[in-house]
T-cell receptor, first 113, second 109 residues
Framework: DTGVSQNPRHKITKRGQNVTFRCDPISEHNRLYWYRQTLGQGPEFLTY????????KSRLLSDRFSAERPKGSFSTLEIQRTEQGDSAMYLC???????????FGEGSRLTVL | DQQVKQNSPSLSVQEGRISILNCDYT??????FLWYKKYPAEGPTFLISISSIKDKNEDGRFTVFLNKSAKHLSLHIVPSQPGDSAVYFCAATGNMLTFGGGTRLMVKP
């Protein structure tokens, strides 16, 4: 399977714990995006990378959130000191340079108890 | 401030008829528009797109119309099939994709 891969698919954690999600984009896709989706809403932009450079971050990305793409391939999204309001589906997407037709992974669902 | 809005949360259509999903946007800097389809427990899947220099793009049963003066786009699916039942998101871009809230389409056999 050469699509966007996200792990874990589902994470249940207690409030205050740290969680990390991983995204493996489609090979040779330069751009990688993180979005968050809550029930009944559309995906909300969090951040994006072009190769290893983080070029834009949403104001939704508080200082408890950090994203990296160290070698321009896979990316991680870490949430520190999780809160119940962080419960959502975290979506990763990638695209090559050109029209922004993002290819999404299946998402990582976070449940904070 | 929602820059992309889908005002109909749901739409029900009989199989074989036309489905029309609507989307409005406020940012005149948006220059590329897309429609995504989402099934439960899956990520959104790209469906069709249109550049702001066009007013129509067609791909099989799917046609997207863009009315820049009204800042409005629509997705037409004809004929609708039960397998089209999903949540549809419109999205618009300058730098990154901004999504609407989605419309749940139900196609009844």
């Amino acid at each position: 399977d050469t699509g966007v891969s996200q792990n874990p698919r589902h994470k249940i954690t207690k409030r205050g714990q740290n969680v990390t999600f991983r995204c493996d984009p489609i090979s040779e896709h330069n751009r990688l995006y993180w979005y968050r989706q809550t029930l009944g809403q559309g995906p909300e932009f969090l951040t994006y990378f072009q190769n290893e450079a983080q070029l834009e971050k949403s104001r939704l990305l508080s200082d408890r959130f950090s994203a990296e793409r160290p070698k321009g391939s896979f990316s991680t999204l870490e949430i520190q000191r999780t809160e119940q309001g962080d419960s959502a589906m975290y979506l990763c997407a990638s695209t090559p340079i050109g029209p922004p037709e993002l290819f999404f992974g299946e998402g990582s669902r976070l449940t904070v108890l | 401030d929602q820059q992309v809005k889908q005002n109909s949360p749901s739409l029900s259509v009989q199989e074989g008829r036309i489905s029309i999903l609507n989307c409005d946007y406020t940012n005149s800097m948006f220059d590329y528009f897309l429609w995504y389809k989402k099934y439960p427990a899956e990520g959104p899947t790209f469906l069709i797109s249109i550049s702001s220099i066009k007013d129509k793009n067609e791909d099989g049963r799917f046609t997207v119309f863009l009315n820049k003066s009204a800042k409005h786009l629509s997705l037409h699916i004809v004929p609708s099939q039960p397998g089209d039942s999903a949540v549809y998101f419109c999205a618009a871009t300058g730098n990154m994709l901004t999504f609407g809230g989605g419309t749940r389409l139900m196609v009844k056999p």
